[in-house]
């Protein structure tokens, strides 16, 4: 009975709305008998991704707060519909502004390793945002979506390491480090792109550790969908 059940529920609640909604919008819908196929496996995708996101909270957060109590307070006025508290739009603030830094540090990073090599990044981005406003709109919802999945991640990560490494400063050490290695992996200069990486995960996880969950889900939000539009 330590976990946050009705947070989850709620969580749980609101990200099946969002996740309905963006299917509603993305999709093309025709007056047939498929139409009842893709309700139904919308539904899927939905019921799955909820579930997932939900236990992951639920394991999470007792852990979470005995570790780093201040970096749920925010998260908790806002999954509790205190969306216009002081604190909650302070850390969507500080997300924000760290979630433009660790992109800039990205895309100087692509920049950088594309000047060297002469090899031209991959851009593999959904074309969501030339299709008109339904689909422009669905690919901010999606994105919104997998941010939160993103930043209970990292959150994830961080409690893992601490606990293993008994280190603060160690795990968010190792975090980003690991996930550099993971991200540069795919890149055509991974040796000159894995210092940028590592710089960017450095600020997600402080951010995770220092300041809290909702500042790491505007900061994931904003890193994400800055490059897509």
């Given at each position: 009975d ?56 639920l ?17 908790s ?17 500080i ?100 210092p ?20 790491s ?8 969908a800055?490059?897509?539009?």
């Amino acid at each position: 009975d330590r976990a946050d059940r009705k947070g989850a529920m709620r969580l749980a609640v609101v990200l099946m709305w969002l996740t309905g909604t963006a299917s509603l919008l993305d999709e093309h819908h025709v007056p047939s008998i498929w139409q009842l196929y893709l309700v139904v496996m919308d539904l899927g995708w939905v019921l799955l991704g909820v579930g997932l996101l939900a236990a992951f909270y639920l394991t999470l957060e007792p852990y979470a707060r005995r570790i780093w109590p201040w970096a749920l307070i925010s998260w908790s006025r806002a999954i509790s519909g205190a969306w216009r508290d002081p604190l909650v739009g302070r850390d969507v603030l500080i997300g924000l502004v760290l979630g433009s830094l660790a992109t800039a540090i990205l895309l100087s990073g692509t920049l950088v390793g594309a000047r060297a090599t002469g090899l031209f990044p991959n851009i593999d981005f959904p074309p969501a945002m030339l299709m008109g406003p339904r689909h422009a709109i669905a690919a901010l919802i999606s994105t919104l979506i997998w941010s939160t999945f993103f930043a209970l991640f990292y959150l994830l990560a961080l409690v893992g390491l601490r606990k293993v490494l008994r280190r603060e400063w160690l795990a968010i050490a190792a975090g980003s480090l690991i996930l550099g290695l993971m991200n540069s992996i795919a890149t055509p200069a991974q040796l000159m792109l894995l210092p940028f990486w590592i710089a960017s995960n450095v600020v997600m996880f402080l951010m995770v550790a220092r300041v809290g969950l909702v500042a790491s889900v505007a900061a994931i939000f904003l890193s994400n969908a800055l490059p897509t539009f």
